[in-house]
């Protein structure tokens, strides 16, 4: 068993700036890339950024230049760093990794329960 939970949501104004963690707990043997996707109301969950366990990082067009993913592999946690935020940017970001358990060594693709973000004046 592996859990995903997320913090740092909440309300902000436009330009502001919010911190996402994501901590990942369980019977873990090692994690691979670890990523945050987000739901805006009535739209489909999309991708944000990714990271790998080597560091290397990727990002949708649209957060490119406001949005940093980070991790730290010690305390199996995934950050996502947001500045300049835009109301466009309210959605429901959740948190996934790819791990591999104590139990059998097999591969599980985890998502975390979300946290809401809204950027609203």
């Known amino acids: 068993q592996v859990d995903l939970v997320e913090s740092g949501g909440g309300l902000v104004r436009p330009g502001g700036s919010l911190r996402l963690s994501c901590a990942a707990s369980g019977s873990i043997f090692s994690i691979g890339a670890m990523g945050w996707y987000r739901q805006a109301p009535g739209k489909q969950r999309e991708y944000v950024a990714s990271i790998t366990s080597g560091g290397i990082t990727n990002y949708a067009d649209y957060v490119k230049g406001r949005f940093t993913i980070s991790r730290d592999n010690a305390k199996n946690t995934v950050y996502l760093q947001m500045n300049t935020l835009e109301p466009e940017d309210t959605a429901v970001y959740y948190c996934?990794?790819?791990?591999?358990?104590?139990?059998?060594?097999?591969?599980?693709?985890?998502w975390g329960q979300g946290t809401l973000v809204t950027v609203s004046s």
């Open positions: 996934n990794a790819g791990v591999i358990v104590r139990q059998g060594y097999r591969y599980l693709g985890v």
